[in-house]
């Protein structure tokens, strides 16, 4: 188990620039308390992944620091790679060796000393369900199953810290909800997780604190309860089965709250007092002898604080024009 | 903690060996492609050991130090192409987040290289005894042709590592493969430099690097113990080496941002 | 963590109307599908015209692609006829035109074979990358596909041929034959590029993996080795002059020679080899066609 310690995340004021004149990562403070799961939320290109390689010390920043563990990412770099542990964005497999040989090569790597090796191999590969496929080649193993393997060999050498980059992305369902569990019970044990996703569900589901990041900066920070709570109240929604009566059922929702967004054929209000005026909505609508064709209660989520603080939806809004570089290949 | 150099070393190279050795279309053209083009030089280049001047009767004699070079480019392409592949997938970024050392990650990769590269030179070696080529130089000579073989694959293979490191991209890296493969065509492969007639064929075989690598296998089989022909040889070889290492280091820089 | 789904059960609530009347449709609806109506590109020659054009678009765009089908026939015009041109001496050796025109009439007709292989792989990186199937369902004739290929193979052919006939004339190639000659060298030329596309389009077409490159690549490059490459069929010895002797690529070789020098040799026998292969692999690619539509 991982001591509970000095195994927190500072970041203050991260720059990191590329050639061209893309900013990826545009001055990100942000602070990760030991032992918490915190979600790095954002579309593709807001620079989640960027910000993954500088904590990990596999990219340096252009400006501002950057703290792991109690240590600089630039100037104690590799101290840093002892204490953590990452699963990147891609699965980083070589497709020729089998489960077992990875796990030897990266315990040998970690200097595991050798009568330790196979058993820490052993376990992990148990810990992630992979024993019987230990003896098979990568290249023969399913999505899950690699990214399974990747998170054992990132826990190899006990790190008190995990970068999980874009975990679950393309695994199905099943494998998901595998993988979200490994996480928790990591997070029982007192590993810190700096969990990068653009899936609102598994922020929503894993993280104690969500950070969203959009075009490099951080647009709001708070656990999903509280940033959902301070974009407002739910609202409800309603079509009238008449598209004339739109303005009677306009009257009648407005009496239990203020006019909110809704679709272009219908009427929504917030709700102020929450969820439990929808009865007495129903009773009112019915009172005015309206009809109507849908009626809907929306909960604040995820997208909706992205919506209300970027202008945007995070789930539309994956063709962003700015992708973030590939950091290896266009160094500023 | 973290692994001793040795062990770094020792395990990437184990690893590189097996993954090559677990990829037989890799090894096919390593293998195939020098034996097939000896087998079908060594006939249809017979007429060349009439012209006055050439140093054999034994076209596949003269021709069998080919093999070596030949193999050594197979060598670059495949060490380029594996090593981008792991840069493709990430598993460099992985091998980049443990204690490894910067010199550890090619150097792991490289003494793989050299074993491999020793290996091949076997084959060649047994191979050309196979064709009816005779190496004047006799056992000793077989061991300084590893020795050589191994080394040039080495050399090469540094600069499919510089491919590797700058593009990132096992395709390019595979692009490369006619640029590379013209320092074979235009040198002494065919021919003794002494009997090029085209003036400007002449020039450039006498300045391309290669002519001498090839001299130096050549003239193990032929002459036996030529001082000269293995000083350059070896020569060549320790000079591509050290300057594929340099630039090695240089493609790192920007590949491995590491802090 | 669990408290902030707690709204998330809310969130599904949904509740309709009393009316029991479905909704009506939303203006933003996709109107009922139009019957189809006949493409126009439908006919083998229009699906075949629509993907030349693509092939040659991208032959074009991406300069990469076209680099290695240049420098190879390059490398070894100048390896060949200039690190070679001593051969010229050997006794025996008796070629009007010269050493350069000698090799340059190899390196021409292996260019043309390998403008066809190079297409194969076209067709196999197409399938690896799913384009091919995109292309196998829009197109309304099938074989169109496949004659569509072999017009890029001899695209890119021409390109290749011309840049490699420049610069052998600028290296100072004689040529002594006459224009009828070159015109049936290139002819000769353009009907080896149908053969050699039609044997990989058909290993292509079964394999669908690029993976199957060498087994398109190896039996072109062994038939046009082990024929008379370096210098004439009677200058070669031993087991090499047997195999050269029933080598179909021996005739092409022969023929070309002779087209260029103005000596005819083996001419009529070239083209009915030529003509006699590209019926063969016609079929071996129509046939790989069919293996590539069941396997969908």
């Keep these: ?332 | 903690m973290s692994a001793s150099l040795i062990t770094q070393v020792g395990s990437l190279a184990q690893r590189s060996m097996l993954k090559t050795l677990r990829q037989p279309f890799q090894m096919f053209p390593i293998i195939f492609f020098p034996a097939i083009l000896l087998i079908i030089n060594a006939s249809g280049l017979h007429a060349a050991t009439l012209l006055p001047g050439f140093p054999t009767h034994s076209y596949v004699s003269f021709a069998i130090a080919v093999a070596f070079i030949q193999g050594a480019m197979f060598s670059l392409i495949n060490t380029g192409t594996n090593l981008a592949e792991d840069i493709e997938t990430g598993f460099f970024n992985r091998l980049a987040l443990t204690p490894l050392r910067r010199v550890s990650l090619i150097a792991g990769l490289l003494v793989g290289v050299a074993a491999l590269g020793a290996m091949q030179s076997v084959v060649y070696i047994l191979l050309g005894v196979l064709v009816g080529a005779h190496l004047d130089a006799g056992l000793g000579g077989a061991l300084v042709v590893i020795v050589l073989g191994s080394l040039t694959a080495l050399a090469f293979s540094s600069f499919g590592c510089v491919a590797a490191l700058r593009t990132g991209s096992s395709e390019a890296v595979q692009g490369l493969f006619p640029l590379f493969f013209v320092f074979i065509f235009l040198s002494s492969s065919n021919l003794p430099r002494s009997l090029l007639k085209t003036p400007w064929f002449h020039t450039v075989a006498t300045w391309n690097p290669i002519s001498y690598l090839i001299e130096g296998f050549r003239s193990l089989y032929i002459f036996g113990w030529d001082q000269t022909a293995l000083l350059r040889g070896f020569g060549v070889a320790i000079g591509l080496l050290l300057l594929g290492l340099l630039a090695v280091q240089w493609a790192m820089k920007t590949r491995l941002q590491r802090t | 963590m669990g408290d902030e789904n707690e709204a998330a059960t809310n969130v599904s609530a949904t509740t309709h109307t009393t009316s029991g009347e479905p909704p009506p449709t939303p203006p933003s609806s996709p109107s009922p599908a139009t019957p189809h109506e006949p493409q126009a590109r439908s006919t083998v020659w229009g699906v075949a015209l629509a993907i030349a054009w693509r092939g040659v678009h991208t032959y074009v765009r991406r300069p990469e692609l076209a680099i290695p089908s240049l420098v190879f026939p390059l490398i070894f015009l100048a390896s060949f006829a200039g690190g070679l041109s001593a051969l010229g001496g050997v006794p025996g050796f008796d070629f009007p035109a010269g050493y350069t025109a000698f090799q340059f009439v190899f390196v021409l007709l292996q260019a043309a074979m390998f403008s066809g292989l190079f297409t194969g792989f076209t067709i196999a990186f197409d399938f690896e990358s799913g384009f091919a199937r995109r292309l196998m369902l829009a197109a309304g004739n099938r074989r169109g596909v496949a004659l569509g290929y072999a017009l890029v193979a001899l695209t890119r052919a021409t390109i290749t041929l011309t840049v490699v006939t420049g610069v052998a004339l600028l290296a100072g190639m004689q040529i002594t034959g006459d224009g009828v000659d070159m015109f049936g060298l290139y002819a000769l030329a353009a009907l080896l590029v149908l053969v050699g596309f039609g044997w990989a389009a058909g290993v292509a077409f079964r394999f669908r993996t690029i993976q199957a490159g060498p087994l398109m690549q190896t039996p072109v490059f062994l038939i046009l080795f082990l024929a008379p490459v370096f210098v004439p069929l009677p200058l070669l010895r031993g087991w090499i002059h047997s195999v050269a002797s029933v080598n179909p690529a021996t005739a092409f070789l022969d023929a070309g020679r002779g087209l260029i020098s103005g000596v005819h040799n083996h001419t009529a026998l070239a083209y009915i080899c030529a003509v006699a292969l590209i019926g063969v692999f016609t079929l071996w690619t129509l046939r790989g066609l069919l293996a590539a539509e069941r396997a969908g």
Excluded: C
């Excluded at chain 1, 840093?80 to 891609?90: E, K, M, Y």
């Excluded at chain 1, 569900?201 to 656990?223: F, K, S, Y």
């Design chain 1, 1 to 332: 188990m991982a001591e509970k310690g000095d195994n927190g995340i500072e970041v203050d004021g991260l720059v990191r620039d590329f050639k061209g004149g893309v900013r990826a990562v545009d001055g990100i403070d942000l602070r990760v308390a030991p032992g918490e799961i915190y979600g790095f939320l954002g579309p593709n290109g807001a620079g989640k992944s960027t910000t993954s390689l500088i904590l990990t010390t596999l990219l340096p920043p252009t400006a501002g620091s950057a703290r792991v563990a109690g240590l600089d990412v630039v100037h104690h770099g590799s101290e840093v790679r002892r204490l953590i542990g990452a699963s990147l964005q891609d699965s980083a497999l070589d497709p020729f060796l089998t489960g077992s040989e990875h796990m030897r090569l990266q315990s040998s790597l970690h200097g595991l000393p050798k009568p330790q090796r196979e058993a820490r191999g052993r376990e992990l590969l148990a810990q992630v369900g992979l024993t019987e496929a230990a003896e098979r080649k990568v290249g023969g193993y399913s999505g899950g199953m690699k990214r399974r393997l990747d998170l054992a060999l990132a826990l190899v050498h006990r790190p008190r810290l995990l970068f999980l980059d874009e975990p679950t992305t393309g695994l199905d369902p099943q494998s998901r909800a595998a993988l979200w569990d490994e996480v928790r019970r990591l997070s029982v044990d007192g590993v810190t997780v700096f969990l990068t996703t653009q899936y609102l569900e598994e922020a929503d589901a894993l993280a104690d604190r969500v950070g969203i990041i959009d075009h490099g900066r951080i647009v709001a920070e708070g656990t999903p309860a509280e940033l959902k709570a301070a974009i407002g109240r739910p609202s409800v929604e309603a079509v009238p089965h008449d598209p004339g009566e739109r303005e009677r059922l306009a009257a009648v929702l407005e009496r239990f709250g203020e006019p909110a967004a809704a679709a272009s054929n219908g009427v929504a209000v917030r709700l102020p007092r929450g969820a439990g005026d929808l009865a007495e909505i129903v009773r009112a609508i019915d009172a005015e002898n309206l009809q109507v064709a849908d009626l809907r209660l929306h909960s604040p989520t995820l997208d909706d604080v992205f919506l209300a603080k970027t202008g945007r939806s995070l789930e539309g809004s994956a063709e962003d024009d700015d992708a973030e570089p590939a950091p290896e290949t266009i160094p500023a």
